[in-house]
């Protein structure tokens, strides 16, 4: 799975952060940051949460 | 007309609703049935208009996220409160009242503080001023009022704090704070906290220009007003909402959240035997579900006609979302009225959704967080000192929770 954000859409809500740090983390300004495009299989259930999760719909799944 | 739904001369119901006696916790019971029979729905409110009534927690995070719908209260058709925040927002936009572009704008003008990182590292003062309240508690009167000696306190100096608000001027902001979210205020009065408090933030902010210090307030005003990217007003009234919806929300949360907890001792006796970080943090998600404190429903209007749950809404409509009924949807949460600390409760919308979803929740999670994991288990014997009968509860407030709290151990 790959990951995708997009910041112009991010509003800092860390959300994403919360559920899966391995992944997201946050610039100075709050704004998302990729860690990892493609995580492991074993963080799948924590990525797909923080789409879903994410009151700004900043975050894209390209399934593999 | 049916028992719950109390129909008016036009066959809508009414809203707000009321909740059923003695279960303060529950939303009102009509609003269930409207979940349940006709999910997308209108009610009349105070001024007669008849906006759209939001109740499933799928379409509520589906239409708050939507940008065919406005947070702008000029907007013609939009559901406003009562006369009084009508009057109030005709002359203000804050991020929370404007949309994107402007809303981003203003939005992440503020966001930096609010950082997870930035959150974490407020933890251990966080900490430390839980203790110094619980120790002060301990030392005075017993019982007490919790309101008063905890719950209250706690944000109100981690708020003022990270804005670089003089704590000493608590009487002050705490009372207007107190007016702007209460349902009755009338039109002056809440025109009058509204700018008691607006001229305060700008004394500050005039203060911090001249002298700038390590705080939010200070950034505002070397960062956005000298650079003239806001003017100064806008400044103090980006201040005052941090301010107050910084201390009311989260003191609620604290109080109403104890009762709760003390009114499910299993509940409570696993947050207080568990030493357990994960435990703790599903327990504030899970609480906040089941609290849902800003109960008088986001307020929008729609901009373009938009299709949901089989009806149609016109452009120009009022749409009201019933957040606390959406965290009580059967579908999204099982056995959605029961408080449930060990549930994942992450979905919760008590912070709304879509782009305004509360900018300071990372820091009303830290507060909960160490207030409900250092409270209980520091007073294990703490234990209301009134009957729950004689509790009053905030129905005519914005803002959902207990007027006063009497405690004993
Ligand atoms: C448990 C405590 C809290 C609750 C339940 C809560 C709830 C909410 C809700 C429901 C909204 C969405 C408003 C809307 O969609 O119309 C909101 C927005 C907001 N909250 Fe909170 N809040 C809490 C704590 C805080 C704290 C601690 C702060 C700041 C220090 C804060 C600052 C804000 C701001 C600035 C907004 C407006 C965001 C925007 O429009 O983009 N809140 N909050
Ligand atoms: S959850 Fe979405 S809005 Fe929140 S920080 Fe992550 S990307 Fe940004």
């Known amino acids: ?64 | 007309m049916t028992d719950t739904v109390m129909d008016t001369p036009t066959g809508l119901p009414e809203h707000p609703m009321p909740r059923a006696t003695g279960c303060p916790f529950d939303p009102p019971p009509a609003l269930k049935d409207l979940q349940a029979e006709r999910p997308v729905s209108r009610v009349r409110i105070w001024d007669g208009s008849s906006p759209w009534m939001i109740t499933r927690h799928e379409d509520v995070r589906a239409l708050l996220g939507d940008p065919r719908i406005s947070a702008d209260p000029r907007r013609p058709g939009y559901p406003h409160r009562s006369a009084a925040t009508r009057e109030r927002d005709r002359t203000r936009n804050t991020l929370l009242t404007t949309d994107d572009p402007e809303h981003a704008r203003l939005r992440r003008m503020v966001t930096a503080p609010f950082a997870i990182r930035k959150v974490e590292a407020l933890r251990p003062s966080v900490r430390r001023i839980v203790d110094d309240l619980i120790e002060e508690m301990l030392a005075g009167p017993n019982p007490t009022d919790l309101v008063e000696a905890f719950a209250l306190p706690l944000p109100s100096l981690v708020i003022c704090a990270l804005l670089g608000v003089p704590y000493e001027q608590h009487d002050f902001f705490q009372r207007h704070s107190r007016v702007l979210v209460h349902r009755a205020s009338t039109r002056e009065e809440l025109l009058a906290s509204s700018e008691a408090l607006t001229d305060y933030l700008d004394g500050l902010l005039a203060a911090k220009l001249a002298d700038p210090a390590d705080d939010v307030l200070s950034t505002l005003a070397v960062e956005r007003v000298a650079t003239g990217e806001l003017t100064r007003r806008q400044a103090a009234e980006t201040g005052v909402l941090l301010l107050v919806a910084g201390h009311e929300t989260t003191a609620n949360m604290i109080a109403l959240g104890t009762l709760a907890l003390l009114r499910n001792p299993d509940q409570l006796a696993l947050l207080r035997d568990r030493d357990d970080p994960k435990l703790v943090a599903s327990a504030v998600e899970e609480l906040l579900r089941y609290l849902n404190i800003v109960h008088s429903g986001r307020r929008r209007v729609a901009l373009e006609d938009i299709e949901i749950g089989g009806e149609l809404i016109h452009a120009g409509d009022g749409v009201i979302f019933a957040n606390d009924i959406a965290n009580r949807d059967p579908g999204a949460f099982p056995d959605p009225d029961r408080l449930d600390l060990t549930r994942d409760a992450r979905r919760h919308v008590a912070f709304g959704y879509g782009v305004h979803q509360c900018l300071g929740q990372p820091l009303a999670r830290v507060e909960l967080q160490v207030a409900y994991s250092t409270l209980y288990s520091r007073i294990p014997t703490l234990a209301p000192a009134t009957d729950f009968d004689q509790l009053e509860f905030k129905h005519d407030g914005f803002v959902y929770g207990v007027y006063e709290l009497p405690v004993r151990w």
Do not use: H, N, W, Y
């Open chain 1, 1 to 64: 799975m790959r990951v995708e954000v997009d910041q112009p859409k991010c509003v800092a809500s860390g959300q994403c952060v919360l559920v899966a740090p391995q992944v997201f983390d946050q610039d100075d300004e709050g704004t998302v940051q990729l860690l990892d495009a493609t995580p492991g299989p074993e963080l799948d259930e924590d990525v797909r949460e923080s789409a879903a999760i994410c009151p700004a719909a900043a975050i894209r799944l390209v399934e593999a």
